[in-house]
């Protein structure tokens, strides 16, 4: 790094558009490359499609290969997918070419659960490259794993963990009420879920194997139920469509870590346009109790693009491999001037 | 490290008995030490102080030299004192033996404010020994700093950080009650505290140190305000005295990080025996706002001991050094059975 960190803009859908923006927002940061492969935005420049006034001087492209050979990045910002199988391909372009990785990618906040052998090669490759890749956001990446862990610290001793995610779906983007659900019959939203066009929220299982990891527990399963709907009982009108009585008014998604037979670890994220009281909630149940909660809850969308921005210095001066959010030291929000972060190791 | 973590106690205070008492329950954990200068109990056998009917086999020294030159410890657990300056060349004849260190000492916990010299000697030191060093417990050490740090990673913007810890002080030890001054009238309240009797909480300059640097905020000094007795309206009767009205019920320490002429970092510490509700909250200005508490709050000195065992994998696997909680992945309970640490470097 000289003077700034390079970053390398990879995904610019809704969220890579708001990590888009707060990249520039921030001095120390510069974009010296952005990826994607919409074909109507290939070929602009970032600031057109921001929809700011000014020109960033960085052209879209979908030309990764080509785009590597030319940059020199100190980190790739990787938002395109919730899955790892898609995202595989783009972490290891950018390893190949010594670029250190932060993704939204859900799956890739704890893999080692569901994909114990690519994980490991994403780490090997990782560690030959000498960079680091991380997976975070909002959920996954801290308030369903990253506070819980954090939360148990003064425990002498944990039964039982909850988090509850409590989201008034109405006050987020269109594309999210529609993603949930919101206005279908149950016998829409029923046909969706076997279709899989409704998916629920991505990143329970994540979070709980990482919660067991942390705590060195041995689970016997985790265990994560279909998403339920959630009825409305009377018309809500959203930005999105209005929802009728005995309509879905959004989901509910259910996870557990079964340790002896017992749900030791418990996920509740529910989302709807008909919450009265927006929160963010862990119960723990132990030696002592801890029963936090934060009022109106954490903002996903702000929440997701703060924890990548605030992770960047956090993943330039670790370890190389491929980290989890329990490996590396505590999140912290960053200054405007990133400059501060120049003296970091890679 | 072979079979087990060899841990070695210095200090059998209140905190230190209770930690020992920890350390015996944890399987993987073996005590191979314990200092003390309370010559009422050097000689002792440790199960002997600890009231249990077992013995443990170590007999409490106050020849630290003599043990060091004995033993092979991984850990030394220092609770001795909460001032950098006394607890130093306990540190260093750890350090000097090749021993990681955590302390409860209040000022280690981040110590590079008041102290920046003596803090890079520690840190040399322990490089040059190849160990660790921390200081932690629960405040400072968890909820005035780690939590709130950790609490800014979802926001891309912080204004100002309000820690309050309210504690009922009537439901705490009786030496821990008599120390924040309980039952005196205000008069012998004041005098107590111009002749450093009373101290108030010592961390707060610490905690708000800790924030700044891991915020990468520059202060432009720490200002902590003399402890202000609480009065009780009513006579209030508790484990250690009878509170007369008009008289102490307690008191309340207040420190602000002041940043451009402004407080954006409060922390207020209010503990006495009329206190309805105990909670531990975090408010955070900035996009977004955090509004974060926990119910009840936490424990002191059950918090205390547990950040210490809980820490104990977190400082053998570190880079060596002096280390504060903020350099160090997320603090998370430990399972009863600490062998699955002994993978550890060191």
Redesign the interface.
Request: overall charge neutral.
């Given at each position: 790094m000289e003077n700034e960190i390079n970053v390398l803009l990879y995904g610019l859908g809704a969220i890579g558009r708001r990590i888009a923006k707060?990249v520039l927002e921030k001095k120390g940061l510069r974009i010296v490359g952005a990826v994607d492969i919409s074909k109507e935005i290939v070929g602009k420049d970032l600031g057109e499609i921001l929809e700011s006034n000014k020109r960033v001087g960085v052209t879209v492209t979908d030309d990764v290969d080509a785009l590597l050979s030319k940059i020199k990045a100190n980190i790739a910002i990787i938002a395109t997918t919730s899955y790892l199988k898609d995202v595989c391909p783009q972490i290891e372009k950018c390893v190949k070419a010594g670029i250190n990785v932060i993704s939204t990618c859900e799956e890739l906040s704890y893999p080692y659960y569901k994909y114990p052998q690519l994980s490991n090669e994403i780490d090997e490759l990782a560690k030959k490259y000498g960079v680091t890749v991380l997976g975070t956001g909002?959920n996954p990446g801290?308030?369903m794993d990253?506070?819980p862990?954090?939360?148990?610290?003064?425990?002498?001793?944990?039964e039982s963990i909850k988090v509850t995610r409590m989201m008034d779906s109405s006050k987020r983007r269109i594309s999210y009420q529609k993603k949930i659900g919101t206005g279908l019959s149950p016998e829409e939203f029923r046909k969706m879920i076997d279709e899989k066009k409704i998916t629920g929220h991505v990143g329970l299982v994540e979070s709980i194997a990482m919660i067991a990891e942390?705590?060195?527990?041995k689970l016997d399963e985790i265990r994560e139920f279909p998403p339920e709907p959630v009825i409305a009982e009377k018309e809500i009108v959203t930005s999105y469509t209005t929802v009728k009585p005995e309509f879905v008014a959004g989901l509910k998604s259910i996870a557990h870590g079964i340790k002896n037979g017992k749900a030791v670890i418990i996920l509740e994220f529910i989302s709807h346009a008909a919450v009265e009281e927006e929160y963010d909630a862990v119960s723990i149940e132990?030696?002592?109790?801890?029963?936090?909660?934060?009022?109106?809850g954490?903002?996903g969308d702000?929440?997701?693009?703060?924890?990548i921005?605030?992770m960047i210095p956090k993943v330039l001066n670790a370890e190389p491999g491929l980290m989890t959010?329990?490996?590396?030291?505590?999140?912290?929000?960053?200054?405007?001037d990133m400059r501060?972060?120049l003296q970091m190791k890679r």
């Open positions: 707060a909002i801290f308030l990253t506070l862990i954090v939360l148990t610290g003064p425990c002498k001793e944990v942390a705590l060195g527990w132990g030696t002592p109790k801890i029963y936090e909660k934060i009022a109106g954490v903002h702000i929440g997701t693009v703060a924890m921005i605030n959010m329990k490996d590396l030291p505590l999140p912290s929000a960053t200054p405007e501060v972060y």
